[in-house]
């Protein structure tokens, strides 16, 4: 058996008391980590209400001990970086040794681990889930954005994108380095079938509720339709301020009776909505690979989601449907089609099975000890 390691997860996304769901991804990720190594979390995020320079907070849950700076607002670009990197040499030395680094976000926290490994040669591989780097979208980056990622890319050991979609998006950005696809996490043990019948037609949609993102409104729109086709169902819109729909429901004339508007909740209490859906929807303009989607799987739940990003990697056929990106009579016929019984889905239990064997706390824990002991030639 190989030794247990010490690893110092840089996050530039994590969940704080600011966003306390940003981020929870790599959270997740840090947890399965934390089954086989030692893992610390540094985290610096900007608080408008603080008055002093930062505030550090401690805590130590999971086996994660978790290290977070809150910075006051910072007035130009230059001022913000200086409090950051004054909160991550304070950060440092509160951290006990490490023996690599894992950074998640290229940019900007890439600059730490750069300067880490040329200050006391630790080496460090990264961990990127972000959709801005997909065409076009990454036509927004700025040149000096490009060339500081180029060189924080380079000089990692490894790179592991969510998807290989994102590994090509990444590659055709210019960012050249060595890959290797590690996918995101399901908690297998909590998320499981309940085998529960459901005496009306129950969608499920879970999101940021972010429009341009998710398309709520397509989803809205396709409801509106749905009410002459199926008499008895159910759509529970879950997440941030879900709410702020519910005048363009009324607008199209939606049978509020069909649609439940459920605000943030903990994500915990997700697992009870998924196991009483018979069908997760997703819609949206751009994704990576929605961790949503894989609990729906763990659930038995079967989904329907635009086919986009790096979904379709894993994905099998008989687990749901697949449809294009903003296709609103398409997405209406195959809701009927399932409503209608159409489809030979596979078992709740072949579904979780399914995502134990590929998205488990261990099978990711598994996935990063190989490639940290191959960036330390152990």
């Given at each position: 058996?190989?030794?247990?390691?010490?690893?110092?997860?840089?996050?530039?996304?994590?969940?704080?008391?600011?966003?306390?769901?940003?981020?929870?991804?790599?959270?997740?990720?840090?947890?399965?980590?934390s089954?086989k190594?030692?893992?610390?979390v540094?985290?610096?995020?900007?608080?408008t209400?603080?008055q002093?320079d930062f505030?550090?907070?401690f805590k130590?849950?999971?086996?994660i001990?978790?290290?977070?700076?809150?910075t006051?607002?910072a007035?130009?670009?230059?001022?913000?970086f200086?409090?950051?990197?004054?909160?991550?040499?304070?950060?440092?030395?509160?951290?006990?040794q490490?023996?690599?680094?894992h950074?998640n976000?290229?940019?900007?926290?890439?600059?730490?681990?750069?300067?880490?490994k040329?200050?006391?040669?630790?080496?460090?591989i990264?961990?990127?889930?972000?959709?801005?780097?997909?065409t076009?979208?990454?036509?927004?980056?700025?040149?000096?954005?490009?060339?500081?990622?180029?060189?924080?890319?380079?000089?990692?050991?490894?790179?592991?994108?969510?998807t290989?979609?994102?590994?090509?998006?990444?590659?055709?950005f210019?960012?050249?380095?060595?890959?290797?696809?590690?996918?995101?996490?399901?908690?297998t043990?909590?998320?499981k079938?309940?085998?529960?019948?459901?005496?009306?037609?129950?969608?499920?949609?879970?999101?940021?509720?972010?429009?341009?993102?998710?398309?709520?409104?397509?989803?809205?729109?396709?409801?509106?339709?749905?009410?002459t086709?199926?008499?008895?169902?159910?759509?529970?819109?879950?997440?941030?301020?879900s709410?702020?729909?519910?005048q363009?429901?009324i607008?199209?004339?939606?049978?509020?009776?069909?649609?439940?508007?459920?605000?943030?909740?903990?994500?915990?209490?997700i697992?009870k909505?998924?196991?009483?859906a018979?069908?997760?929807?997703?819609?949206?303009?751009?994704?990576?690979?929605?961790?949503?989607?894989?609990?729906?799987?763990?659930c038995?739940?079967?989904?329907?989601?635009?086919?986009?990003?790096?979904?379709?990697?894993?994905f099998?056929?008989?687990?749901?449907?697949l449809?294009?990106?903003?296709?609103?009579d398409?997405?209406?016929?195959?809701?009927?089609?399932?409503?209608?019984?159409?489809?030979?889905?596979?078992?709740?239990?072949?579904?979780?099975?399914?995502?134990?064997?590929?998205?488990?706390?261990?099978?990711?824990?598994?996935?990063?000890?190989?490639?940290?002991?191959?960036?330390?030639?152990?």
């Amino acid at each position: 058996m190989k030794q247990k390691l010490s690893v110092l997860f840089i996050c530039g996304w994590y969940p704080s008391r600011i966003y306390p769901t940003n981020g929870d991804f790599i959270e997740r990720h840090a947890k399965a980590v934390s089954l086989k190594h030692n893992v610390s979390v540094i985290h610096i995020i900007t608080d408008t209400s603080l008055q002093t320079d930062f505030e550090y907070i401690f805590k130590e849950l999971d086996n994660i001990k978790t290290h977070i700076v809150y910075t006051r607002s910072a007035k130009n670009s230059i001022e913000k970086f200086m409090l950051f990197f004054k909160a991550f040499k304070f950060l440092i030395k509160k951290v006990d040794q490490f023996d690599i680094v894992h950074l998640n976000e290229i940019f900007p926290f890439g600059i730490f681990p750069l300067y880490l490994k040329h200050l006391k040669k630790i080496p460090y591989i990264i961990t990127e889930h972000w959709t801005g780097y997909h065409t076009p979208y990454f036509k927004d980056i700025s040149f000096y954005q490009k060339l500081i990622s180029k060189i924080i890319v380079k000089q990692a050991s490894f790179i592991c994108p969510v998807t290989n979609d994102l590994k090509k998006s990444l590659i055709n950005f210019g960012l050249k380095g060595n890959y290797n696809v590690v996918e995101n996490v399901v908690d297998t043990q909590k998320f499981k079938p309940a085998f529960i019948e459901n005496k009306l037609f129950s969608i499920v949609h879970i999101s940021n509720m972010l429009d341009e993102h998710k398309n709520i409104s397509g989803i809205l729109n396709v409801v509106k339709k749905l009410q002459t086709s199926i008499p008895d169902f159910k759509l529970k819109l879950i997440g941030s301020n879900s709410s702020q729909y519910k005048q363009y429901a009324i607008k199209q004339n939606i049978n509020l009776n069909h649609i439940d508007f459920i605000n943030h909740i903990p994500h915990k209490e997700i697992i009870k909505h998924l196991q009483t859906a018979n069908l997760f929807l997703l819609f949206s303009n751009f994704e990576n690979l929605p961790c949503v989607i894989l609990e729906s799987f763990s659930c038995g739940t079967p989904v329907i989601s635009s086919n986009v990003g790096g979904i379709s990697e894993f994905f099998p056929d008989n687990f749901g449907k697949l449809i294009n990106a903003g296709n609103e009579d398409e997405l209406e016929s195959e809701i009927i089609n399932f409503y209608n019984r159409k489809y030979n889905i596979a078992s709740k239990q072949e579904m979780h099975n399914y995502s134990e064997k590929h998205f488990s706390y261990n099978t990711i824990a598994n996935k990063f000890s190989e490639i940290y002991y191959k960036t330390l030639d152990l």
